[in-house]
């Protein structure tokens, strides 16, 4: 059958992000599921959905379709041929999720980072951080500190055709820049994974607890200004250009701290006498989450950061704003547009690509992931004045990479300094690390019931 990259109706793709939502949500739920009776978080098996609904199982080494059904309109959704000349060849993937439904669904996972971000950000309590700032700049700089100085040891491994574009051509990347992606994806820590397990084990006002919150928010935000400064470099652009991305972003940070925080307060002191969230007030704080993603993502620090920023600024009762947000847009967040995020990244990981040659750099970006979390968040802690079973808790949640690496990945290969298969490395993290958190994480914790060790949490800070 020919193919002509036509494209489809507008009503047609309104069709196909339908049907592709149902097809994600019953994915997304069976997976999850699954993962939680092997004793691993739904994230996991909402990640393997993603990539099992794209090529690596439902692509055309697979499920080739010779003479796709009519009303998949597979003729008109598809180009002719693939990015490299070669004829495209229709799948169940390709047909189910036509590129223009894709776009669609990747813009409905770009909104539920915005919101899930922003009700991490508003569960952050400042009151439990005073007199940890040691601690937490000492944890910040070395969850990022390690893992890019690994970058810059493994870069020469990497550095080849399998995990560069146009390696050996013009169109190549310029090689700091493709190494300081490789260190973003190292630096990743999973912040939200992070405060809701020290959030079920009781832990999250604990010395520990806040310092490690704390820090894997500032580590977030240094992850993206390290992704921006590398799009820079890799793109060639002068240093005044790169730095000017480093002094807005700390221009933005402190007005919304500074005075947006100021401008809302009058909301949360009515909330506090009505206990009510009135719908212009509900509005606004939606509004302020969506506009301080727009702006973090223009700035080029991702919406990821917006959104949690964005939460940082909600004024008190910060507990009770937690509650009654997480009522109405929690839920929605969490089970029905973060699976579309995580599916959208499945459906550009294509596993069947992996070769032998690749499988060995995989292994070494994966590895140097791992040490440079477990030993930078450990030490570093160590030095922030916490103990070393404390450290080695802060480690091992530093290590969980969880869904921020697919986002780290995704922006890495649309801006053309890496790979797809090193996008593909990047999953591969994500669920090694990920997977590995659990049991790692309640070893660790054993260890704080020791004598000798700070076991007790402290109790919770009265509103």
Request: include cysteine.
């Amino acid at each position: 059958m020919p193919f002509a990259p036509s494209g489809l109706r507008p009503g047609v793709v309104v069709a196909f992000v339908l049907l592709d939502i149902v097809i994600i949500l019953i994915a997304a739920r069976l997976c999850g599921a699954a993962a939680r009776k092997v004793g691993q978080p739904a994230v996991v098996g909402e990640i393997v959905a993603g990539i099992l609904l794209g090529p690596t199982l439902l692509g055309p080494k697979l499920f080739e379709l010779a003479n796709p059904p009519d009303f998949l309109h597979c003729d008109v959704s598809n180009p002719a041929t693939t990015a490299d000349g070669s004829p495209f060849v229709a799948s169940v993937s390709s047909c189910l999720f036509p590129a223009q439904a894709r776009g669609v669904l990747g813009l409905l996972g770009q909104v539920a980072l915005v919101f899930f971000m922003f009700l991490v950000g508003i569960e952050v309590n400042a009151r439990t951080l005073k007199g940890k700032e040691k601690g937490i700049g000492l944890v910040s700089v070395g969850a990022v500190l390690v893992p890019v100085a690994l970058a810059f040891v493994i870069a020469p491994i990497l550095w080849n055709s399998d995990f560069v574009p146009g390696f050996g051509t013009d169109a190549s990347p310029n090689r700091l820049g493709f190494t300081l992606f490789v260190g973003a994806l190292l630096s990743v820590t999973a912040f939200p994974v992070m405060a809701r397990i020290l959030q079920e084990k009781g832990l999250t006002t604990s010395p520990m607890g806040a310092t490690g919150i704390a820090a894997a928010g500032v580590v977030t935000i240094l992850m993206f200004l390290i992704i921006a400064s590398a799009d820079g470099v890799a793109k060639e652009k002068d240093l005044l250009d790169i730095g000017r991305v480093w002094v807005i972003a700390a221009i933005y940070i402190a007005v919304m701290l500074l005075v947006v925080k100021r401008l809302l307060a009058p909301l949360g002191r009515s909330y506090a006498r009505t206990g009510k969230l009135s719908p212009d007030a509900f509005a606004l704080f939606i509004g302020v989450a969506v506009a301080s993603g727009y702006v973090a993502d223009r700035i080029g620090i991702n919406v990821i950061v917006g959104g949690f920023i964005a939460g940082l600024v909600i004024p008190e009762p910060r507990p009770e704003m937690w509650r009654e947000l997480t009522n109405r847009i929690g839920e929605f967040t969490a089970v029905i547009l973060l699976p579309i995020f995580l599916a959208f990244s499945g459906l550009n990981t294509d596993f069947t690509a992996l070769t032998a040659a690749a499988v060995p750099g995989i292994i070494v970006l994966v590895v140097a992931g791992i040490v440079g979390k477990l030993v930078g968040g450990a030490v570093f802690a160590r030095l922030g004045g916490l103990s070393w079973a404390e450290g080695r808790v802060i480690g091992v949640l530093m290590n969980c990479r969880g869904l921020l690496v697919l986002v780290a990945a995704l922006v890495a290969v649309e801006a053309g300094a890496i790979s797809p298969l090193l996008q593909l490395g990047g999953v591969v993290m994500a669920l090694v690390t990920t997977a590995m958190t659990g049991p790692l994480f309640d070893t660790s914790v054993a260890q704080l019931n020791t004598p000798g060790t700070e076991a007790e949490p402290e109790p919770e800070p009265a509103p």
